[in-house]
Structure formats: structure tokens, C-alpha cells
């Protein structure tokens, strides 16, 4: 069993992604959260595996890539605020179990989980891919847990899917979105997770289309 594997099936981890989602809503009652449980850490795993893999990184930078993402949001058990070096530390506990994952191996895993919220300081494709998938789902399964109370976050919920693909070193994006919100994704909210979305790809050396398929 390999170390991905070995975190994937620890019972502290996945009783982590399992309750976040409650312990948010009771916690930070009335903020707009979207999930960050199992559904949304298995997602940036396998986007992360996908986008490291189509890049012909190797198999040791897939690996430390997909354990990033598994425990980049786990910090969110301790409440939302700073939640991304919550989630730095924390993850530092587990991989301190993994005999067999060096010093320096750990600290690049530790450094992407916690510049994963805001990209101040990308320093590995690992933190580069963890950036683009963390900010690229947007969609309906990844549903809010309190009622939306304006516009943009109504809009949010009518996002049915997103796919993403590479060719050669042009990422596509595609959104099944309406009308309004293809509209405003790039004037509202949105703006900011688009700019770090192209940072992350530029890292990574490539260039960002996105495709909106309106319903």
C-alpha cells in the first residue's frame, strides 16, 4: 500500500472529511460555505492526479500531489478562518507517521496545503496543481449548506458540471452553466479564483480556456 493509500484509509483522516461539513454549519452559523468534506477532497484528488499525470510528471510528484489534496482542507475541522495553515499543521501530525517520506518531501506536501487558499507563493507543481483544482470546482454537487442570500451565490447552484481537460499545454475548462452566470463568473465573485486559477496553469506551464456551455 502505497503512502496516498495508506492516509486515504486512516480512520482519523476520514472522520475529518466526513464531519467538516457539519461542524462548519454549527460553528460559523449563518456564513456561505460550500463543501469542504469527502465529495470536494476526492474531487481535487483526482483533478490534481489528472493534471500532474497529463503533464508526464512522475510517479513520486502524482503521489505527494494526491496526498496534498486529501488533506488540504482538513484544517476546516477547527473552523473556516485561516483553515489552509489549520491545515498546513495538521497534516504535518499525519505525514509525521509516514517513515518513510523524507524531511524535505514533507515540507514541499505542507507548504502547498497551506498557500492553497490564496496562491501568495506557488513553489512546486504540487502547489500548483492543488491551486487550479481547489479553485476550479464550482458546481452544483458542491452545494452550499445554508440558503443563499444574494444573487451570486443563487447562480452558484445552477453550475450542473465542470470537466477539464489538457492538451498538449492548453488547459480547457468547461462549465455547463445558465446564461447569467457565465456572465458574472468573471465580473463577481469569481474573479479573484479565475486569476489564481491562470497563475496556477502558467506555473504549470500552460494557458487556461474556459468553455461555457449555457442551458
Given at each position: 500500500?502505497?503512502?496516498?493509500?495508506?492516509?486515504y484509509?486512516?480512520t482519523d483522516?476520514?472522520?475529518i472529511l466526513?464531519?467538516?461539513?457539519e461542524?462548519?454549519?454549527?460553528?460559523e452559523k449563518?456564513m456561505?460555505?460550500?463543501c469542504?468534506?469527502?465529495?470536494h477532497a476526492?474531487?481535487v484528488?483526482?483533478?490534481?492526479e489528472?493534471?500532474?499525470?497529463?503533464?508526464?510528471?512522475?510517479s513520486?510528484t502524482?503521489?505527494f500531489?494526491?496526498i496534498?489534496?486529501?488533506?488540504?482542507?482538513i484544517g476546516?475541522?477547527?473552523?473556516?478562518?485561516n483553515?489552509a495553515r489549520?491545515?498546513?499543521?495538521?497534516?504535518e501530525?499525519?505525514?509525521d507517521d509516514l517513515?518513510?517520506l523524507?524531511?524535505g518531501?514533507k515540507d514541499?506536501i505542507?507548504?502547498?496545503?497551506?498557500?492553497h487558499?490564496?496562491?501568495?507563493n506557488?513553489?512546486s507543481?504540487?502547489?500548483?496543481?492543488?491551486?487550479?483544482?481547489?479553485?476550479?470546482?464550482?458546481?452544483?454537487?458542491r452545494r452550499?449548506h445554508v440558503?443563499?442570500?444574494?444573487?451570486?451565490?443563487?447562480?452558484?447552484?445552477?453550475?450542473?458540471?465542470?470537466?477539464?481537460n489538457i492538451f498538449d499545454?492548453?488547459?480547457?475548462?468547461?462549465f455547463?452553466t445558465?446564461?447569467?452566470?457565465a456572465?458574472?463568473?468573471?465580473?463577481?465573485?469569481?474573479?479573484?479564483?479565475?486569476?489564481?486559477i491562470?497563475?496556477a496553469?502558467?506555473y504549470?506551464g500552460c494557458?487556461?480556456?474556459?468553455?461555457f456551455i449555457?442551458k
Amino acid at each position: 500500500m502505497d503512502r496516498y493509500e495508506r492516509l486515504y484509509h486512516s480512520t482519523d483522516i476520514a472522520m475529518i472529511l466526513d464531519n467538516v461539513n457539519e461542524v462548519l454549519s454549527k460553528v460559523e452559523k449563518g456564513m456561505l460555505r460550500g463543501c469542504h468534506g469527502r465529495y470536494h477532497a476526492m474531487f481535487v484528488v483526482d483533478t490534481v492526479e489528472y493534471l500532474l499525470k497529463s503533464l508526464s510528471y512522475d510517479s513520486k510528484t502524482v503521489e505527494f500531489g494526491k496526498i496534498a489534496a486529501l488533506l488540504h482542507d482538513i484544517g476546516n475541522i477547527a473552523g473556516r478562518w485561516n483553515h489552509a495553515r489549520k491545515s498546513a499543521a495538521l497534516a504535518e501530525v499525519f505525514l509525521d507517521d509516514l517513515e518513510d517520506l523524507l524531511p524535505g518531501e514533507k515540507d514541499v506536501i505542507v507548504q502547498a496545503i497551506g498557500d492553497h487558499s490564496d496562491g501568495k507563493n506557488i513553489l512546486s507543481p504540487i502547489g500548483a496543481a492543488l491551486l487550479l483544482a481547489d479553485k476550479v470546482d464550482v458546481s452544483k454537487r458542491r452545494r452550499l449548506h445554508v440558503e443563499p442570500v444574494d444573487n451570486w451565490y443563487s447562480n452558484l447552484l445552477q453550475i450542473e458540471d465542470m470537466d477539464i481537460n489538457i492538451f498538449d499545454t492548453e488547459i480547457i475548462i468547461h462549465f455547463i452553466t445558465t446564461e447569467a452566470f457565465a456572465k458574472e463568473m468573471f465580473i463577481g465573485g469569481y474573479r479573484k479564483e479565475f486569476n489564481l486559477i491562470t497563475k496556477a496553469a502558467e506555473y504549470l506551464g500552460c494557458t487556461c480556456k474556459y468553455q461555457f456551455i449555457r442551458k
